[in-house]
Structure formats: C-alpha cells, structure tokens
C-alpha cells in the first residue's frame, strides 16, 4: 500500500514531532511516500535544492500513485488543502486527523466534506488508532498490490 502523508511545511513546524510519530505508524501499513514531511531537518522553508514547480509535480506524481491519504490538518496548510482536494477528486480515501487548539476550528470545507473522514484526536496514540481503522475500512477495497 502507498499512503501519501500531508501536513504543514511552509505555514509552519510545530507539528514535526507529531508528523514524524505518525508516519511511522503509517510505515506499518505500506510505504509513505512523503516521509519527508515528518523529518526533523525540514524547515519551513521546505525542500532544499529542487524548484517550487519541481516540488510541486514531484507531489503530484506521489498522489497519483497513492491508495489513500492521511493529513495532519491543525496547523492550517494551503498546500494540504490543495492535496486533500486533489486527493478527493481523484476518488483516494481520505482522512484528517485534528487536534482542537484554544478555540481554533477546522476549516468548513473540510470538516464538512462529505468525501473526507475526519478524526478529532487528543494523542499521537488515538490518532494512530482512527489510522488502523481507517486504513482497515479501506484495505479490501483497495487492488492488488497496494
């Protein structure tokens, strides 16, 4: 199975630690394809070396060959939000997990999808939880292979 892992990179850290504890959760189910979102190296600044566009159909390319997603969304991302809805609209699975912050809400358009499962989680233990029953919710009808 290959799992295309978004969260925040440009809007901000914060979340690196979690990132990297829930991708390798993920790694237990499959290959994460976007590992690198979850490395400590990785600064705001994001990917050294290759250009925006590089970036961008490096992504792209990743998506396509994805089974499904899984998107830490409380630190509000514009490029998440773009993967999640190309995610969508290429018919993969989608699931994003949030923790609720002093009063902050998810955003309508994703906690009102009726497209995309969303999670609300406390710990990086409960997320990992909502992930195996998500992924198990989709494994058999996935094909061969993923």
């Not at 992504?59 to 409380?74: G, R």
């Not at 630190?75 to 923790?99: D, K, N, Q």
């Not at 609720?100 to 939880?129: F, H």
């Amino acid at each position: 199975m290959k799992i295309y892992f978004g969260g925040s990179i440009r809007a901000g850290r914060y979340d690196q630690v979690i990132y990297h504890q829930l991708i390798q959760g993920l790694q237990g189910y499959g290959t994460v394809l976007t590992e690198h979102v979850g490395d400590p190296e990785l600064t705001q600044w994001g990917d050294d070396g290759p250009s925006d566009q590089m970036i961008y159909q490096r992504d792209m390319a990743w998506l396509t060959e994805a089974s499904l997603m899984v998107a830490e969304v409380t630190i509000p991302s514009l490029g998440v939000g773009y993967e999640i809805g190309r995610a969508e609209s290429r018919g993969i699975p989608v699931l994003c997990l949030y923790r609720e912050q002093d009063g902050r809400k998810l955003s309508a358009m994703i906690a009102g999808n009726p497209k995309v499962t969303v999670a609300e989680y406390s710990t990086v233990e409960e997320a990992l939880v909502y992930i195996g029953s998500f992924i198990g919710s989709y494994s058999a009808a996935l094909p061969e292979g993923d």
